[in-house]
């Protein structure tokens, strides 16, 4: 697309007029200005004065105050959502989807997102969400450390975000378009999108310059350094030094367009874009009655720009925005955090308690008055310098009034209780009262702990439910990747837990071909309804349910088995009981088990790899027998040139038989059809990426 230079030159400024448009006229600059202030109230350290009022009240001599209510809260919020437990299962819904490949999605996907870190992700999001009111994840497929493809799940700053101002749903399937801005080295712009790419930004930066075309950028980029270097020009596009660490902003624009495309249209009406699926793939749809016909449909499109240069346009390789929103209080396309409400009472009790502070500074150093020149000890400038000390000891001269000293003004009546009143007020609305974040109390039994955190939880469950919102969307496109594009063989590790409640850590061989012509553990096959289960994880639970089950045991003679007991216990050394229970009962070990199962897939993969090389081999010794039919001239050239390369022919000469057909007029010599690679280019050259990781420029085949 760069190469194209007055069509990209043309396509890129399109889509700096849109992103100018949803940046400075539809409120996202005016909302990263409110997100910086609640993300100020929500760190504290000095950020909770906005820095006007701080400098007049330092001017004036009184102190700034800081009674930071908020960060607790929204730290005890936070806490609840990382107690929690997040377990995806799948269930068959259509095509070749069966009951144990559901358990098998459940297993990879479990293994995805612990590979990618979704825990820590997802709580980074959450905060953000809480804080600035919205928080966002980004999933797609990312090759760097992985040939085969990996499912990759970050965290995007929210401030470089902009959803559909237009848009009203949560599901961003509702919005037209959502920009990312992104702030990328000349390097990192050579890895994703090649090196002419790269040389085409660094040759057009001085169109960044342009403010009033391109918008301008209000807030500072979070990151470790605070100052920006002397050369700071971010509102314009770029900023520091004029070599490789410089870095330039880009536009990644996903967008709905309509558009005819493959389809597959199931029995009973449903239909999924099949465009650019492999062609095994369509055959298998073809053979079980699955029709395929061209429909026009909605699909993403993806553009990623600098001024005056498209990197890149084409239809997305994903089904859905990457994209993945969580907004804790969600009206129509309004959002609302934690903090929001919490401003106005967290500045009021800044101020009340400072001002009261002052008062009380006030009373404890009060004036003196009294005669001139009426002590005998020290002049009057010596008793105004030292005044203020302790234990100051003042002589009177005979016939003279004594010191008095001057009465400060009494506090108001009412500032204490205005100070009460704004500290409750916060914890009322931040939904997290003070007994929430005490959670440790010696004084309250388990069962009143857990109608405490139950009455939390109660209290923020718009917030909880719309995190449940946003992890089904997770684990629907998670889904949709996992299938898509890791159908390739691969073994992972995956972790079960085992009758006794101990992680057992066991090797899963994916997308293994059998000797029948069957797919052992087949990812891409069928359709799958998905389930996300939210459980908490806190000992005091278990400790609960272990208590239980004592009780059942013992009071009402229910045989629980004792592997169930141990898996509900808190038991530091719960692995080796277990082992030691096992080797009472003379039950196998599954991890050995699952290593057996190991080998016996890898020995049938490497037999079932053998037999298509034999079959490769004996299609293309067809294949070159055709080719003597028709040419029988070639035979000597051939042996000639394959003696020379150092084959050895292993039958004696002639090396075809002398009574070969003759030759059939008119027919021309097949192109490369060996099924193995049916879509093999013509030349070596076709196909060659100039990006080096995943990205649009280079998607996933």
């Known amino acids: 697309m760069a190469g194209d230079t007055n069509n990209s030159r043309d396509k890129a400024r399109e889509a700096f007029w849109r992103f100018g448009e949803v940046l400075t006229e539809r409120g996202h600059e005016d909302w990263m200005r409110h997100a910086k202030r609640l993300s100020d109230l929500y760190k504290g350290g000095g950020r909770m004065w906005r820095p006007e009022h701080r400098a007049a009240l330092e001017a004036d001599g009184r102190p700034c105050r800081e009674v930071n209510t908020i960060f607790p809260a929204v730290n005890a919020a936070v806490g609840m959502q990382i107690s929690g437990r997040v377990d995806i299962g799948y269930m068959p819904k259509g095509g070749r989807a069966t009951e144990d490949g559901a358990k098998i999605m459940s297993k990879v996907t479990k293994h995805v997102l612990d590979n990618t870190g979704y825990r820590y992700v997802e709580t980074t999001a959450f905060n953000e969400g809480l804080v600035k009111q919205r928080g966002y994840l980004d999933i797609r497929m990312d090759y760097e450390d992985s040939i085969n493809g990996e499912v990759k799940i970050t965290s995007p700053d929210a401030y470089d975000v902009i959803p559909d101002p237009d848009g009203k749903t949560y599901n961003p ?18 890895g994703l999108h090649g090196k002419d790419a790269m040389e085409l930004v660094k040759a057009s930066f ?18 470790f350094g605070n100052d920006m270097p002397a050369s700071y020009s971010m509102g314009r596009g770029w900023y520091g030094q004029n070599d490789y660490t410089r870095r330039y902003r880009l536009i990644d624009k996903q967008y709905h367009e309509y558009s005819n495309a493959l389809v597959a249209v199931f029995p ?18 073809l053979d079980h009655g699955v029709h395929l016909v061209k429909k026009r449909v909605r699909r993403v499109r993806w553009m990623v720009c600098a001024p005056e240069v498209c990197l890149y346009d084409d239809f997305s390789p994903y089904e859905h925005f990457t994209i993945v929103p969580f907004f804790p209080y969600f009206d129509r396309g309004q959002t609302l955090g934690m903090v ?43 008793f105004v310098a030292n005044a203020a000390q302790n234990n100051l000891v003042l002589l009177r001269k005979p016939n003279t009034q004594p010191f008095t000293r001057i009465q400060p003004n009494p506090v108001p009546q009412g500032l204490d209780k205005m100070i009460d009143m704004m500290h409750n007020h916060l914890n009322i609305v931040s939904g997290i009262d003070p007994n929430g974040m005490q ?16 009455a939390q ?24 990747l996992i299938q898509r594009y890791m159908g390739n063989e691969r073994v992972i590790r995956i972790t079960e837990v085992d009758d006794y409640g101990v992680e057992q850590h066991t090797p899963l061989a994916l997308n293994v071909r059998q000797q029948d012509g069957t797919i052992l553990n087949d990812l891409t096959a069928g359709e799958y309804d998905y389930a996300v289960a939210e459980k908490p994880a806190n000992i005091t639970f278990n400790n609960t349910e272990f208590e239980q089950m004592k009780a059942m045991r013992k009071d009402m003679g229910i045989a629980i088995p004792d592997p169930i007991v141990i898996r509900a216990s808190n038991l530091a050394d ?29 020995q049938r ?10 079959i490769k081999a004996l299609y293309a010794a067809i294949q070159t027998a055709q080719v003597i039919t028709v040419t029988p001239q070639s035979a000597a050239i051939a042996d000639k040139i394959a003696k020379s390369a150092g084959f050895t022919d292993a039958d004696l000469p002639p090396i075809y038989p002398q009574d070969a057909a003759a030759p059939v007029v008119g027919t021309t010599a097949p192109g490369d059809t060996t099924p193995l690679t049916p879509s093999a280019p013509a030349s070596p050259n076709v196909g060659i990426n100039a990006g080096m990781t995943d990205s649009p420029i280079n998607p996933p085949q």
Not at 176 to 190: A, C, Q
Not at 272 to 277: A, C, F, H, N
Not at 355 to 361: D, K
């Open 173 to 190: 399937d509702g919005w037209s378009d959502v920009h990312v801005m992104r702030w990328l080295t000349l390097r990192e712009i050579e």
């Open 206 to 223: 001085h169109t960044y310059c342009d403010e009033a075309q391109w918008g301008s950028n209000v807030i500072d980029r979070s990151g």
């Open 268 to 285: 009973g009406g449903d239909f999924r874009i099949v465009e650019g699926y492999p062609r095994e793939h369509m055959a298998w749809l």
């Open 340 to 382: 929001d409400n919490m401003v106005s009472p967290a500045e009021s009790l800044n101020k009340q308690v400072s001002q009261f502070e002052h008062i009380v500074n006030g009373s404890a150093n009060g004036g003196w008055q009294g005669e001139a020149n009426a002590l005998e000890n020290m002049s009057d400038d010596t």
């Open 439 to 454: 959670i440790d109390r010696s004084d309250m039994s388990g069962i009143a702990l857990q109608s405490l955190q139950y």
């Open 457 to 480: 939880q109660q209290k923020i469950a718009i917030v909880m439910d719309n995190l449940s919102q946003t992890r089904h969307m997770v684990a629907g496109r998670t889904a949709n």
């Open 574 to 602: 719960k692995h080796e009981i277990a082992e030691a229970m096992r080797a009472q009962q003379g039950q196998p070990d599954p991890r050995a088990e699952a290593e057996a199962a190991l080998t016996l897939a890898n």
């Open 605 to 614: 993969l490497a037999e079932a790899r053998t037999v298509g090389e034999n």
